[in-house]
């Protein structure tokens, strides 16, 4: 499986919202609702934001939101704040029982 | 609280063998299925292995199949990832990650270890 299409790079001012978008196939984004997205911040682990296309975990704030359209999930952030500055990755369950993810998007909050 | 730690890695030459393991902490091991997952330097997240919450099976991505074995401890709590016939494109920081539970995503993660191949 290639890596999923993200953007490479996003950027909002404060208090604006902004939308990731996570292109796959019919084999992995479009065949399963197993979508999950990732913050890291620089020399740090990745943070789960969102399983299963839109859920969130405890703890992580209800700025953050996810969705999927066909082969295309999206993650948004709304209300931006500095502390928002990462890189985000999407990442899916795929037809063949492995996982596979995104490129990876840098978010600056101008 | 959930804690995983990574242990095993350094510099290796191309052509050996490393073994990693991640001791797990906070949460029912035997239960959870267990991921690894890689990252190079300055690039983005690669999958490299999972294995089920109870060791039935396994899966790779397809860089690594044939070279390296995922495997787990449960009597010790912990995940490992034994690397076979290391290549340069294997460096990488290597995170263990925990399965949330048949949602196909990776819920807490540890802080990593660096596996370096080079001449």
């Known amino acids: 499986h290639s890596a999923l299409t993200q953007p490479a790079s996003v950027s909002g001012s404060p208090g604006q919202s902004i939308t990731i978008s996570c292109t796959g196939t019919?084999?992995?984004?479009?065949?399963?609702?197993?979508v999950s997205w990732y913050q890291q911040h620089p020399g740090k682990a990745p943070k789960l934001m969102i399983y299963?296309?839109?859920n969130r975990p405890s703890g992580v704030s209800n700025r953050i939101s996810g969705s999927k359209s066909g082969n295309t999930a999206s993650l948004t952030i709304s209300g931006l704040q500095a502390e928002d500055e990462a890189d985000y990755y999407c990442?899916?369950?795929?037809?063949?029982?492995?996982?596979?993810f995104g490129g990876g998007t840098k978010l600056t909050v101008l | 609280q959930v804690q995983l730690v990574e242990s095993g890695g350094g510099v290796v030459q191309p052509g050996t063998s490393l073994r990693l393991s991640c001791a797990a902490s906070g949460f029912t091991f035997s239960s959870s299925g267990m991921h690894w997952v890689r990252q190079a330097p300055g690039r983005g997240l690669e999958w490299v292995a999972n294995?089920?919450?109870?060791?039935?099976?396994?899966s790779y991505v397809d860089s690594v199949k044939g070279r390296f074995t995922i495997s787990r401890d449960d009597s010790k709590n912990t995940v490992y990832l034994q690397m076979n016939s290391l290549r340069t494109e294997d460096t990488a920081v290597y995170y263990c990650?925990?399965?949330?539970?048949?949602?196909?995503?990776?819920?807490?993660w540890g802080q990593g270890t660096l596996v370096t191949v080079s001449s």
């Open positions: 990442a899916s369950f795929t037809s063949d029982s492995s996982w596979v």
């Open positions: 990650a925990k399965d949330r539970g048949f949602t196909w995503s990776f819920d807490y």
């Open positions: 299963e296309v839109s």
């Open positions: 019919s084999s992995d984004v479009g065949r399963y609702n197993y």
């Open positions: 294995i089920l919450n109870d060791g039935s099976e396994v």
